[in-house]
Structures are given as C-alpha cells and as structure tokens.
C-alpha cells in the first residue's frame, strides 16, 4: 500500500520539521492516539447505534468524524514508523489471518468471540 508508505513519509516530513520527532517515542504516541481514539468516541457516545450513520451523513458532522478519523490515522501511522513496522503488510497479514481464522460459511452472521 504506496499511499500508507506515502503518509508515513509526510508525516515524518511535517513532524521533522517542527522538531517534534524529539516527543515521538512509542508511549507518547500510543497516548496520543488513544487521547484521539477518544474524541472520536466521544463524538458518538450519546448517539444511538442505530442513527449514526444517518447522523453523520450531514456534510459538517461527516467533516468533524473524518478530522478525528484523520488524527488517529496520523497517529497510527506516526507510531507504525517509529516502530518500524510496514502498517501495509501488518494489515493485509492480518487480514489473510483473519480469513483462515473466520471462514466465511462458519461465521456468516455470528459475532466472533475469543475462546
């Protein structure tokens, strides 16, 4: 996935130059990301489940949701880097994992749950 790879080079790009690589280590970054993954649950914490999605179909709510989406991105990506782990190929291992795991004919509409 180029454009990971891609996100990944601007990201370090933009943080280089502000100096900011310097507050880039693995346990910042994962605090920042979950400080991110906050603020997006806190956009739907009061909204039912069933009326998201119709919720944020409106242009300025589906431009807030993406900020937030884009900040936990940022961060994923950032800590990804740091680590020095290819988020494209973790993701698409994962996925093929997942596949073995969870075949489709066994699973179809059933929750998965851990043993």
Known sequence: MAEIAELAAAVREFSRERDWEQ?????????????????????LQWVPADEVVERFAAPDRRARV???LADV?????????VLGVDLGAAA??????SHARFPAD??????PHKP
Request: hydrophobic share 50%; aromatic share 4%.
């Open 92 to 97: 698409r291992a994962k996925l093929a994992s």
């Open 73 to 81: 991105l940022v961060y994923l990506v950032c800590l990804s880097d």
């Open 23 to 43: 507050f880039h280590d693995p346990k910042s970054l994962v605090l920042a990301l979950v400080g991110e993954v906050g603020e997006l649950a806190e956009l």
């Open 66 to 68: 993406g900020e937030e």
């Open 106 to 111: 066994d699973v179809r509409g059933v929750a």
